[in-house]
């Protein structure tokens, strides 16, 4: 069983960036795809985007796309969502989560393990 823990986030300007990590403990990190989700306040959790346990695939929300990009360093068990061009419609709680390495979903009810999420908010 892996275990996250989300850090990075803060309070920026609309236009800034932001590099949030999800640090896992466990020794099989490597062999769980990662997910990145969302939840503004009054919203349900949203999905962001997603990387492989190999990091060679990666699939985003279209509001996400060209402006976040999601790696990961199995060597330090942790992946990063890197933020550009943050909108205060970003403002929300970040949310990485874990799955076995059958495939990319978008779904929250794919991943069985969640972190603590950490706060984003941008500012206009």
């Known amino acids: 069983q892996v275990q996250l823990v989300e850090s990075g986030g803060g309070l920026v300007q609309a236009g800034g960036s932001l590099r949030l990590s999800c640090a896992a403990s466990g020794r099989t990190f490597s062999s769980y795809n990662i997910g990145w989700f969302r939840r503004a306040p009054g919203k349900e959790r949203d999905f962001v985007g997603a990387?492989?346990?190999?990091?060679?695939?990666?699939i985003y929300v279209d509001s996400a796309k060209g402006r976040f990009t999601i790696s990961r360093d199995n060597i330090k068990n942790t992946v990063y969502l890197q933020m550009n061009s943050l909108k205060p419609e970003d403002t929300a709680v970040y949310y990485c989560a874990a799955r076995g390495n059958s495939g990319l979903v978008t779904s929250s009810a794919g991943y069985g393990t969640w972190g603590q999420g950490t706060q984003v908010t941008v500012s206009s």
């Open positions: 990387i492989s346990w190999s990091g060679g695939n990666t």
